[in-house]
């Protein structure tokens, strides 16, 4: 089970990185990609790249947060709960909430829940390298 839990945490950070690359696919384009004449080849693959990315940005999101609350049980079960775990699938649920927020809510208008979002992605990141680094020293465990 310890390789299953490290399994899914290592998910977890996959299903992140595809996430927040929006932002990044998103900044290239609006940088580099824009300024390309509309026929580059490169341009056109990007655009295709681009699109993919976007488009399944929240499935990639989905899919770390049911990876995070598949994480969290099995830790759960076998180990109990690190603080430091916690308080990262915490914002992760708010992380989500706010993407639920500005999808259907504000319908992807900006303001500043779109700012939030992208705090709370950093503090997410932050609060992630911060777990994998002491999860494997952490003697604060609870149970409930």
Known sequence: MLLFGMILGWMIVIGYLLTVSNYFVKFINRKMIMGMPKDAPFRIKYLVYMRFMVSYHRFFAL????????????????WGLYLTGVIAAS????????????????KKKSGP?????????????????????TAKFDLITFTL
Not at 63 to 77: D, E, G, K, N, R
Not at 91 to 106: D, E, N, P, R
């Open 113 to 133: 829940w779109l700012y939030a979002h992208r705090t709370v992605a950093i503090l997410l990141f932050v609060v992630v390298i911060f777990h994998i680094v």
């Open 91 to 106: 914002l992760l649920v708010i992380q989500g909430s706010l993407g639920i927020y500005g999808h259907y809510v504000k």
């Open 63 to 78: 899919f770390t947060i049911l990876a995070m609350i598949t994480h969290l049980v099995v830790q759960y079960l076998y």
